[in-house]
């Protein structure tokens, strides 16, 4: 491909100019190269970014616009967006070493979410209540101020639509922290937005650390809310900086999400999901199905054909259309995801497929790794308990409905679950049992920006997505106007009649 990187500029409240913090590498990881480098945010840059954003989220001229016409920029962004998926799916798979239909998929997802805010915006009611004497009662919503959007490297274009899209038609400024591992597509973005005619200081795009610029950020009085998604030891230490200064967050985290195969289920339904669950995106993915649970009559036969299947798949380059299971994020990552198969083995695990980088020399030099399959553990084992974040699955037995129950709900983590059987009502009694936050029956990793999605527990806190996703963004203020003329009765002075 002939696409080139742009010069080292970062959007800074409006503006783009060199940032004045540690320069951040991106890494071609697929190829074990690097893509370019760029100069990140100062923590000066960030508390000018904040500055500007206050002054324009303030601004009448954005403040006092009516819903269609702020709409109309989310509108503007999702088309500019749609118009350059080629050049972002590009720059993303550079940035991410995903193949390019996944990066595709994204770009038209987040150009789709775009304009579904917009919709939303513009249909979204305030209410007039029922008064309860001789007043008018009402409940609006009002944009909260600006607001912190910190996302992960696995996802980047996607994440950052679902924040910055319900956000800005919320009525708010948004700074915008890409991880450092994939700062690129967000400032592909930054460059659409300007386009579309965004009023100048409204968003930011400041690539930095989480120890400057992400600290900053959080901590910030000017900040008025926090949306992250990322690791939950990070979206621990964000909400106890926003408990201190009583501030909402939203926090999408990890996952160990379990994946129930039932006796009666669809074999090759079953297999083709769970495939798509754990190995897509090489596995990294927070809602990845890492625990498969296979009833235990007919555990051994499925589990031989799910390796068979396994076996089949196409690890390879990014760039090249057969390919399914692409290259790790990073060199670093992919050391991580082998110190849990050498965990997973010193635990007594046997490995039926995978546990090793793949023989070709063709991809020695990228960070991949062979799709894995492990045996013989159980759900207290450590690879069992954490969210590893690559191509690894672990397959357990399950006795009936009561144990796998327990057991899928026996972790920390409660984001999403697939379900494998064709008793309608028998999913349906375990999809309401399993603590998670979304559950899938006989489908798996489905998305849609209409229905909210979050988790529970160590998988986080808040919703996104779905109509409601515009409102978590707002403030709810109830206004009381009186309609009889006349004053309160407790009021009483001399001379009253």
């Avoid at 945010?41 to 819903?67: G, H, M, T, Y």
């Avoid at 939203?250 to 999901?273: M, N, Q, R, Y």
Wanted: net charge negative; hydrophobic share 40%; glycine share 10%.
């Amino acid at each position: 491909m002939t696409e080139t990187f742009r010069e080292d500029l970062i959007f800074i409240g409006g503006q783009w100019r060199q940032g004045r913090g540690a320069p951040i590498t991106s890494l071609f990881a697929a190829e074990g190269v690097d893509n370019t480098t760029i100069s990140g945010a100062s923590s000066e840059d960030v508390e000018e970014a904040i500055a500007v954003a206050c002054r324009a989220q303030s601004d009448p001229a954005w403040q006092n616009l009516k819903a269609h016409e702020r709409a109309s920029f989310l509108y503007r962004i999702s088309q500019g967006i749609s118009e350059n998926i080629e050049r972002i799916a590009w720059v993303q798979s550079r940035d991410t070493s995903k193949t390019l239909t996944e990066t595709r998929a994204l770009a038209a997802s987040a150009a789709g979410t775009f304009r579904y805010f917009a919709a939303v915006l513009e249909t979204a009611d305030d209410l007039l209540t029922v008064p309860r004497g001789d007043y008018l009662t009402a409940s609006v919503h009002e944009s909260m101020g600006p607001v912190a959007a910190i996302t992960p490297w696995n996802s980047p274009i996607a994440s950052d639509a679902q924040k910055v899209a319900p956000a800005l038609a919320a009525g708010n400024a948004v700074l915008l922290k890409p991880s450092s591992w994939s700062p690129l597509v967000s400032l592909e973005l930054a460059r659409i937005i300007e386009e579309a005619g965004l009023p100048a200081g409204l968003f930011s795009v400041l690539p930095g650390s989480g120890r400057e610029v992400g600290n900053l950020l959080v901590e910030h009085p000017d900040i008025q809310k926090v949306s992250f998604t990322g690791g939950t030891v990070t979206g621990k230490r964000i909400a106890h900086s926003a408990a201190e200064k009583l501030m909402p967050v939203s926090l999408e985290l990890g996952g160990k999400s379990p994946t129930i195969v039932f006796e009666d289920c669809d074999v090759d339904l079953a297999i083709a999901g769970i495939l798509f669950g754990i190995f897509s995106s090489t596995g990294q993915s927070c809602i990845a199905g890492s625990r498969l649970f296979v009833h235990e009559s007919i555990f051994d036969r499925f589990v031989s054909r799910l390796v068979e299947a396994t076996r089949a798949l196409s690890v390879g380059h990014p760039f090249d259309a057969d390919t399914q299971v692409s290259s790790m994020v990073h060199l670093e990552h992919r050391q991580s995801v082998e110190a849990y198969v050498e965990l997973a083995r010193q635990e007594g695990g046997t490995i039926l497929t995978g546990g090793r980088r793949p023989d070709s020399k063709t991809l020695a030099g990228g960070a991949y790794y062979m799709p894995t399959i492990i045996s013989g553990l159980d759900n207290a084992a450590q690879v069992c308990r954490e969210e590893i974040f690559g191509p690894v699955l672990v397959v357990m037995p399950f006795s009936d409905e009561a144990d796998v129950i327990a057991q899928a709900n026996d972790n920390h983590y409660g984001l999403a679950c697939g379900i494998w059987s064709r008793d309608h009502p028998k999913c349906w009694r375990v999809a309401r049992a399993i603590r998670a936050g979304t559950v899938w029956v006989n489908t798996y990793k489905q998305f849609s920006i209409s229905t909210p999605f979050g988790g529970d527990g160590a998988s986080g806190m808040g919703r996104e997505k779905g109509r409601a996703g515009l409102r978590a963004y707002q403030r709810q203020k109830s206004i009381y106007e009186d309609m009889s003329g006349r004053p309160h009765p407790w009021a009483r002075w001399p001379g009253d009649d």
